[in-house]
């Protein structure tokens, strides 16, 4: 068996069209178009097999000989080596001509393949978000061990630690990521909830706030930590909500603690969030 199971050479006109254009309906093809003579070619074609393996057949990778299929490359509009088409639903849908490193044809792939490890993933924070952390916990434990390197899944595992409370797990894996990891914005986020989870961990419930809310609806101190706990648990609309409450009457309280916890919220939705978008807007035009 070969050791790359999901890589193929497309032979003439006819087999590019079945197992390209037709084979792309159903899933992701990446044609590598190529020559012996192209030493950046050389270097390709081994990155693009063995992450073809790496994605589980999420992408199928079809090499085209230019030298042998030559009408088949001027069809295909190719001018220059190694040119890379990926086709979706019978249609080109992105490509790159010359050689990339391996990070870069990860995030090329990634702007259009969900590979497995992604719906593991992603299957685990659903589970997390219903509640069920044994499961998510589960699913992400098997994810880590088809991929022990992946630190994706490491986030996964320190934020579902974090959604079911567990926060000192939570803390030693996100100090156990390498630095560049924990220099994203997903880490960076995951810090910041982590930090605000326990500075509440020892306040009342939602439900108990809402309660002392209702008794004494200008008491500001109560408000913040209804805000904090909605943060904690995603709650992003009802904590903005609370703390833009604060903001409108008093914008200096606590030294502008509700003012600050709002741009916080905006750092971990990020700026294109409609949320983002419609509380900045607000504040902006109260401040200004």
């Given at each position: ?53 790496d ?8 090499k085209?000989?230019?030298?042998e299929q030559?009408?088949?490359?001027a ?20 490509e ?17 393949i ?29 994810a880590?061990?088809q ?7 490491y ?24 630095a ?38 200008d ?16 709650q ?51 401040l200004?």
């Amino acid at each position: 068996m070969s050791d790359f199971p999901f890589v193929i050479d497309i032979q003439d006109a006819g087999h590019f069209e079945q197992q390209v254009i037709e084979a792309s309906k159903q899933q992701a093809i990446l044609v590598d178009f190529w020559a012996e003579w192209c030493q950046p070619c050389k270097t390709l074609i081994p990155l693009l097999s063995q992450l073809s393996n790496d994605y589980k057949g999420a992408f199928i990778l079809a090499k085209v000989n230019a030298d042998e299929q030559q009408e088949l490359v001027a069809s295909a509009g190719v001018r220059n080596l190694p040119t890379v088409k990926l086709y979706k639903e019978g249609v080109v849908v992105d490509e790159f001509v010359g050689a990339k490193t391996e990070s870069e044809l990860r995030q090329f792939l990634d702007n259009h393949i969900e590979n497995e490890l992604d719906k593991q993933i992603q299957q685990a924070l659903v589970c997390s978000e219903a509640g069920d952390y044994q499961q998510a916990t589960e699913i992400l434990k098997i994810a880590n061990q088809q991929d022990p390197s992946n630190s994706d899944v490491y986030v996964a595992i320190a934020q579902v630690y974090l959604q079911s409370g567990d926060f000192e797990n939570c803390e030693a894996v996100l100090k156990a990521l390498p630095a560049n990891i924990q220099m994203t914005d997903k880490v960076k986020s995951l810090n910041d909830a982590l930090n605000l989870a326990k500075v509440t961990s020892d306040a009342p419930d939602v439900s108990e706030l809402l309660t002392q809310l209702d008794a004494n609806p200008d008491n500001h101190e109560i408000r913040l930590q209804l805000a904090n706990q909605y943060s904690v648990s995603q709650q992003y609309e009802q904590a903005l909500e609370a703390l833009f409450y604060i903001v409108q009457r008093e914008v200096d309280f606590q030294d502008g603690e509700a003012k600050a916890a709002m741009l916080q919220i905006f750092a971990v939705l990020g700026s294109q969030e409609p949320l983002t978008r419609q509380y900045r807007t607000q504040l902006a035009t109260l401040l200004h």
